[in-house]
Structure formats: C-alpha cells, structure tokens
Nanobody, 122 residues
Framework: QVQLVESGGGLVQAGGSRRLSCAAS????????MAWHRQGPGKQRELVAS???????DYAASVEGRFTISRDNAKNTVDLQMNSLKPEDTAVYYC????????????????WGQGTQVTVSS
C-alpha cells in the first residue's frame, strides 16, 4: 500500500507565491514519474507539471515560467513552487506518482493524493 499526502494549500493573493509538497510513504520499491494535476471549479482535472526519476520536467503551457516542479528521490517527495499566481490557478491540486511497490516490483501503479485546495484571490 502506497500513500501520497499533499500539504501547502491555502489562500493567496494574486501575484503571490505558494509551495506545495507531497510525500509518498508505504511499501515503496521505486517511484517513477511524479506529477501535479489540478481541477478548478467546473473544470476537468488537468496535468500541471511532471518530473521523471532522472529530473526531466514538463509543464502545461498555462504555468510555464511560473511554476517549478522538483523532487527528492531519497525522501520520496515532490514539490511544486508556484509563483505569480493568478485567480485562474484556483483549484484543488493533486499529487500523482507511478509507483512500484515492494510486493510488485516492475509493475507501476498510479497513486494519487487526496488533494489540497489553492485559492487565489484577485
């Protein structure tokens, strides 16, 4: 069993910054790709940023240049630094990871956190 727990959400003014963190725990053999997704009010969930185990990153066009994803492989954590926040960034942010458990090595399963709310006021 693998758990992902996000933290760092809250209320922030437009133009401000916020850092989200996600920690994975449980019977982890290896974590492959990690990512942050978000779901705004009345919108579908979308991929915000992803990072491979070797550190290669990819961003949605809407956050490119404002958000930075990073990870610590030793601690099984992934962070999302969000700068120059806009009201349209308001959403529930979800941590996602493809994880190989100690019981099923070589088989990646998709794990999700419970989500953390980020609200950007104008």
């Amino acid at each position: 069993q693998v758990q992902l727990v996000e933290s760092g959400g809250g209320l922030v003014q437009a133009g401000g910054s916020r850092r989200l963190s996600c920690a994975a725990s449980g019977s982890i053999f290896r974590i492959n790709d990690m990512a942050w997704h978000r779901q705004g009010p009345g919108k579908q969930r979308e991929l915000v940023a992803s990072i491979t185990s070797s550190g290669r990153t990819d961003y949605a066009a809407s956050v490119e240049g404002r958000f930075t994803i990073s990870r610590d492989n030793a601690k099984n954590t992934v962070d999302l630094q969000m700068n120059s926040l806009k009201p349209e960034d308001t959403a529930v942010y979800y941590c996602n990871a493809r994880v190989e458990s100690t019981r099923l090595r070589g088989v990646s399963v998709n794990a999700w956190g419970q989500g953390t709310q980020v609200t950007v006021s104008s």
